[in-house]
């Protein structure tokens, strides 16, 4: 049992290389069933990572994700403790059955279902917000068009709804695809999904045999990490640096790769556009290669303040490039409306496997969205949260000024959701985020493979302005005590 150095004693967890799902488990089931008694005092999540031999971004994750469940609490200036509620939550015999039950899945179903990479925590704070403001959404006219949409659905749309999507829908993103991202297309290349993750999961089933490689960025979006896995796809991690992709890189570890999945527009989680370079490298490899690129274009209305990004889609002249759009940062994201432009081909190949999974997405709420972007609605949202989101950061980044003369780096003028504030000594950044007693998430827990410096996600577009004042104040004030 690893013995922490302020005396708490650690459950174990097997094996000699924890994955972060192990000690999550192991964590939350010692608490559940009172090993961790409420009010202990845990070690430093890097102790903690110290005695379990795994990294700080990982202990932190688990930590963070503790702190959210309610399981720990964080007290600024004194470390964390077992939350005093939280054992008493569950009746310990009854624990014991659910864990005896729970113990019979599959060793898949095991796996997958340990994997919390994608399990969002619903209450947010600085800065764990990489959600749409939803305070300056139109509500009034959403809730007119709803009803509206709700009068004007037809018996025949009661029944079973087409796969491909709602036609009105694909019209409207069609136009609305030219006019706000540049990218030519008839609806009939257009079909809705509920998430990009859905679609990626898809993409991967129709592109893909089991074990064939999918290149994904590294540090990258863990959602299309999950999806490519669930498909049963060789994952292959490649570098991202100021310019993207590394290709070069990729062709090196795996040039026969079927698919590649990238954020060109606004990398996630570093906020770099993809030099011209590197995507005329990437669409020459998918060409010679015959493999397909996953544009992930999920905050493609945002971006930067000054001018969004031109799609790879729209560079592509042999359709290579599969574009994903998503509504869930531009509207809100309990929306669940996604969309793919692909050949018109591959889009009845895709509603069939959609039909054996889930038929299709809820038209109600299909014909609602065609109706807000037809009248107007969506672009005049779009265009004012572009102003919202670009005076967050812009808040934000002023904060962190006094940061600038320790070594940390960020991107200005986004006018995306979220900036990522780097530091090239992780120690620094581990400790600032120990220290704040904010909701941080690490550089390094985007990552596949270790690399120098780490750096701090700053999740801003879900929180009000005061929250990130106060935010950017204890940020800051922690990394100077840190560093004095
Ligand atoms: C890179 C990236 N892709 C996709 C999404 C989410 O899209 P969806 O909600 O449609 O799955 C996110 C959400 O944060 C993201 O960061």
Redesign the pocket.
Known sequence: MPRSSRGVLLPPVAGNRPRRADVYLALRDAVLQGTLAAGEHMPSSRKAATDYGVSRGLMEEVYSQLVEEGLLERVIGRGTFIAQRATKRTDPARHEEAVQHVSSVSTRGRKLAGNLACRIMREFKPFNA?VADTTAFPWQIWQRIQARAVRDLRRADMNFTDARGVPALRRSLAHHLAQLRGIRCVPDQVIIFN???QATYLLALLLTNPGDAAWVEDPG?P??RAALELAETTVVPVPVDQHGLQVEEGLRRASHARLACV?PSHQ?PSGFTMSMQRRIALLEWAQKHDAWILE?D?DGEFGHARQPATPLHALDRHARVLYLG?L??SMF?SLRL?FAVVPEAMVEQLANIRTQLDAFSAPLIQLAMSRFMDEGHFSTHVRHMRNVYAEKAAILTEGLRPLADHGWTWEEGTAGVQILLRHPDAHEVQRTAEASGLALHLLSSYRHEPADGDGLLLRFGGLGMPAIRAGVEQLVAAALAVHR
């Open positions: 990489g998430s990009i993750q979006y959602g299309a954020t996630f992930d999920y998503t869930s940062k994201v996604a």
